[in-house]
T-cell receptor, first 114, second 113 residues
């Protein structure tokens, strides 16, 4: 298996633009997580899907952030409009069954908003 | 308040030496504790997962311990190698329906030749 695949690896965008990050989880995994990592705050869980349904989105910072999982093999995290403080590395991870099983992380998307 | 604190924040050791990283948590109820290794520019990779009943778990040169009474965990690295240079993150899972995760800020380990 190729593991969790994220795209793009790097994204530079201007403030106010819409940004869409993409994730393909490991085949057969039914849980998907979006994380954000910054130097100031470390790793933070943004949202967690189980069987394509959002279970916990309490970590989503504000309405500018939205995540979807239309099927078991694809998820998106969208930021609109983007702001400089959204600059971070965004990780997608997947696991077999919820948060209590080992999660496998993608390589991350480094987002820079200028 | 549920928190995970790691120490030291950073550590430099010479190749071949041993080291121990610490993780203290206040998460309750407790489900499990994990140690992740994150190389620069990569996603975290799981080293160990320990539940309430496990005191120690090894993964090669990495040995994790858990004291659920004092809510402390340690990660011991034996005979360090240059490739051990990374950030080590402690993550504690809440024993609730959601199983919410709480992350430490990590210990940045640098191994010098």
């Amino acid at each position: 298996d190729a593991g969790v695949i994220q795209s793009p690896r790097h994204e530079v965008t201007e403030m106010g633009q819409e940004v869409t990050l993409r994730c393909k989880p490991i085949s057969g995994h039914n849980s998907l997580f979006w994380y954000r990592q910054t130097m100031m705050r470390g790793l933070e869980l943004l949202i967690y899907f189980n069987n394509n349904v959002p279970i916990d989105d309490s970590g989503m910072p504000e309405d500018r952030f939205s995540a979807k999982m239309p099927n078991a093999s694809f998820s998106t995290l969208k930021i609109q409009p983007s702001e400089p403080r959204d600059s971070a590395v965004y990780f997608c991870a997947s696991s077999l069954a919820g948060q209590n099983t080992e999660a496998f992380f993608g390589q991350g998307t480094r987002l820079t908003v200028v | 308040k549920n928190q995970v604190e790691q120490s030291p924040q950073s550590l430099i050791i010479l190749e071949g030496k041993n080291c121990t990283l610490q993780c203290n948590y206040t998460v309750s109820p407790f489900s499990n504790l994990r140690w992740y290794k994150q190389d620069t520019g990569r996603g975290p990779v799981s080293l160990t997962i320990m539940t309430f009943s496990e005191n120690t778990k090894s993964n090669g040169r990495y040995t994790a311990t858990l004291d659920a009474d004092t809510k402390q965990s340690s990660l011991h690295i034996t005979a360090s190698q240059l490739s051990d240079s990374a950030s080590y993150i402690c993550v504690v899972s809440e024993g609730s329906t959601l199983g919410r995760l709480y992350f430490g800020r990590g210990t940045q380990l640098t191994v010098w030749p």
